[in-house]
């Protein structure tokens, strides 16, 4: 099956996997699950690392790309027509967040589950997003 991680479960999969469940780390662990990373988490870690919403301790924002793929994780670009069709995600009222819209339009567009422990995903359900966690 194929995965998509939220920017926390990246962070937390390269940094901390103790903060990841048992049952979904063993998911992200398993060799036989395509485990998919935006670039657009790239992009979140850069931003809110330089406006000192995310503190990284002995790693840099660069390097996330680089342990991604040491991980065996495939980097999924931003499809033009992901960007340009996005506006098609409903939006509710209390979940505002560019990045994870973002995140899950390209989980909805590519049939990919999100391993994320976000309960404002839970609001999308309804329009077939699949959610791990």
Request: neutral net charge.
């Given at each position: 099956m194929s995965y998509l991680l939220d920017t926390h479960t990246l962070i937390?999969?390269?940094?901390?996997?103790?903060?990841i469940p048992g049952k979904t780390k063993e998911i992200i662990e398993k060799v036989e699950n395509n485990i998919f990373i935006s670039v657009v988490s790239f992009w979140e870690i850069s931003i809110k690392y330089s406006i000192g919403k995310l503190e990284l301790e002995g790693i840099a924002s660069e390097d996330f790309p680089r342990?991604?793929?040491?991980?065996?994780?495939?980097?999924?670009?931003l499809k033009p027509e992901e960007a340009s069709t996005s506006y098609q995600l409903p939006w509710m009222n209390t979940h505002k967040d560019p990045f994870d819209r973002i995140l899950i339009w390209q989980a909805l567009e590519n049939n990919f589950a999100i391993i994320t422990k976000?309960?404002?995903?839970?609001?999308?359900?309804?329009?077939?997003?699949?959610l791990i966690w």
């Open positions: 937390w999969a390269l940094t901390d996997i103790g903060q342990l991604a793929i040491k991980n065996q994780f495939t980097i999924l670009p976000d309960t404002d995903f839970n609001l999308y359900k309804q329009f077939g997003l699949k």
